[in-house]
């Protein structure tokens, strides 16, 4: 089976040169991009297993010092898909994310909200034969950035995803429905395509949604590439 | 048919997710250092600095590699006339550092073939991520030492004045081979970055 990596369906990413979104303004290339074929480099790429994953690594939940974090538990799943809506086995989704009071473990970051224990907010794991994916963790808060005055990020969890190429390489952001701070947000509005923008957001889900324990939501994720051979219809 | 769901910036936190290399208490996916006992080539150190439209260094940014080993096999399963070979991943990452700095500890990758059968100069796909960069760019390294990068598929497409910006440049130190690949988002000698 060959996969094949139209150009095309690339338009719905962020152009890299976003007014809005200050710290784009020196970090994006003014020359223009050079259009190259596909190689046997571009068209393989790394190859993950359950190797690369430990039990335990997709509930953050369990990764405390003395016990379970703060905050309000959610279970965070959806299937990655092709561009066809073929599932994608074995692709590694890696997240990280704020604790619940919006606050990254990170060194640098100085956001006077409190730090969890029991909480580190990083995630792996592997899609399984139907592309489907799953996390046990909590939901994130918001925190604010210096983007411009009273500038706040909407409560989000980072992406990153490995498909069957280097080409199909994501790193992006899931949002939560209904957030009043994604209106007022220029990263999430650097998609101007409002469908493609919609696709970040991910869904209540009611049917997965554990009694007595934790809501769900669904977040599916489409990657790069479709098959080569025809869709029978 | 459905449409992609779209990139968004790695932002600023993303070290101990994606880079914890044991600053932080999070196991790493991959590293800067590639190298396995078996693994075939000539061993090198990849380091560059990664800068801005000002010239200034990038402390935020996070460098992937994708590359075949010594012997031009590309370590994946099965299919394209790729050999599956030894422990070796071909895949690294590498934050950069206060300084903006990067590194790999790999081997040289052998030439590959490209579709038409034709023989690519051995070369590195390189994708760039960082705070402020919504889209991920892609880039290749080439080698200096290389007399097959005058007949690349690739790099004949790049305008001949910005090919430079390509080429890692060859020095020894200590007695070991360094090839030197800075990264220029934007400005005075910008890289050259693909659409691909
Ligand atoms: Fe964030």
Sequence with gaps: MSIVYPIDSMKVH?????????????????????????????LTGPVYGHDAIRPGDEDLTAHGKTGEPLGERIVLHGYVLDEDARPVPDALVEIWQTNAAGRYIHVGEKHPAPLDPNFTGAGRALTDKDGHYKFVTIKPGAYPWGNHHN?????????????????????????????????????????????ARARMICSFDLDNTVPEWALAYRFDIVLRGRDATPMEH | ?????????????????????????????????????????????????????????????????????????????????????????????????????????????????????????????????????????YTRLYF??????ASDPILKLVPADRRDTLIAKKET??????????????????TVFFDV
């Excluded at chain 1, 969890?157 to 939560?176: D, K």
């Excluded at chain 2, 200096?144 to 990068?149: G, I, M, R, T, V």
């Excluded at chain 2, 200590?174 to 910008?190: N, S, W």
């Design chain 2, 144 to 149: 200096a030492d290389e007399a097959a990068n």
């Design chain 1, 151 to 195: 500038a706040w990020r909407p409560a989000h969890i980072h992406f990153s995803l490995f498909g069957r190429s280097f080409l199909s390489r994501l790193v992006t952001q899931m949002y939560f429905p209904g957030d009043p701070l994604l209106e007022y947000d220029p990263i999430s509005q650097s998609v101007t395509d409002l469908k």
């Design chain 2, 1 to 137: 048919m459905s449409g992609l769901t779209p990139s968004q910036t790695v932002g600023p936190w993303f070290a101990y997710g994606l880079t914890p290399n044991g600053q932080y208490d999070w196991s790493d996916l991959a590293t800067g250092n590639l190298i396995t006992p078996d693994v075939a080539g000539d061993r090198i150190r990849i380091e560059g600095v990664v800068s801005d439209g000002d010239g200034a260094p990038m402390p935020d940014a996070m460098i992937e590699i994708w590359q075949a080993d010594g012997q031009g096999r590309l370590p994946v399963r099965g299919g394209n006339g790729a050999t599956p070979n030894t422990s070796f991943k071909g895949f690294g990452r590498s934050p950069t550092d206060p300084k903006g700095l990067f590194w790999f500890d790999t081997v040289k990758p052998g030439a590959i073939a490209a579709p038409d059968g034709k023989p690519q100069a051995p070369h590195i796909l390189v994708a760039v991520f960082a705070r402020g960069l919504l889209t991920h760019l």
């Design chain 1, 14 to 42: 962020p152009s890299r040169a976003f007014a809005g979104y200050k710290s784009t303004a020196k970090r994006h290339p003014v020359k223009p991009l050079i259009i190259v074929p596909h190689t046997m480099s571009e």
């Design chain 2, 173 to 190: 130190r200590g007695g070991k081979t360094v090839y030197r690949f800075d990264i220029r988002i934007q400005g005075e000698g910008e």
